[in-house]
């Protein structure tokens, strides 16, 4: 049978990994954000049939980019990385569905945007792995992770999506 997607089950805040309350955290890095594509890769998403329920603006702290990225930190290209990330404003957001945390990294493509395909993010609007546009969860303990380090509960909204979800 097919329902209408409920929230009136609550879910954590960080999602539960496997169900359909899976949850990933997806962040438009502030090449992307200065570009104006915060609405084509929001786009995206909404289409695909994931439901947003968290998002905000904001310039992220040096020390925000380094807690995020905080397991590349002997990469040699670490600093600029975080230089980077706290060089302009992100859009943060928590996605929600069915298989969206590998599904999800499937519409951001490859790291680099020599090797992500068209048709994902990477593959269609970028040429620079260092300027990519976009940041998605690469698995459920990173989603787990990356939620709580950029989000509270509080700012989780509860709306019902009338996308059609296969009850089985
Ligand atoms: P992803 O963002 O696809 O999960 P990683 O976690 O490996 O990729 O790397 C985080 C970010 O670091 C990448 O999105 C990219 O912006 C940057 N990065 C990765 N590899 C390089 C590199 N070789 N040179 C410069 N920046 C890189």
Redesign the pocket.
């Known amino acids: 049978a097919f329902g209408i997607a409920n929230c009136a089950d609550k879910t954590p805040f960080q999602g539960v990994p496997g169900t359909k309350n899976e949850r990933t955290f997806i962040a438009i890095?502030p090449d992307g954000t200065a570009r104006g594509l915060i609405g084509e890769i929001i786009h995206r998403f909404e289409r695909k049939g994931y439901k947003l329920v968290a998002i905000k603006i904001l310039h992220p702290t040096k020390e925000q980019a380094e807690a995020h990225?905080a397991?590349?930190s002997s990469?040699p290209?670490f600093n600029?990385?975080v230089k980077f990330f706290s060089s302009g404003a992100i859009v943060a957001m928590v996605w929600e569905g069915k298989g969206v945390i590998k599904g999800g990294r499937s519409l951001?493509g490859?790291?680099?945007p020599a090797q992500s395909l068209p048709g994902s993010i990477r593959g269609d609007l970028c040429v620079e792995?260092?300027?990519?546009i976009v940041?998605?969860s690469?698995g459920p303990e990173s989603a787990q992770h990356e939620i709580k380090l950029w989000f509270k509960e509080n700012e989780f909204a509860e709306w019902n999506s009338i996308q059609p979800v296969y009850e089985n």
Do not use: S
């Not at 792995?129 to 990519?132: D, F, S």
């Open positions: 890095k990225y397991d590349l990469k290209f600029g990385l951001v490859a790291t680099d792995v260092g300027r990519n940041h998605g690469d």
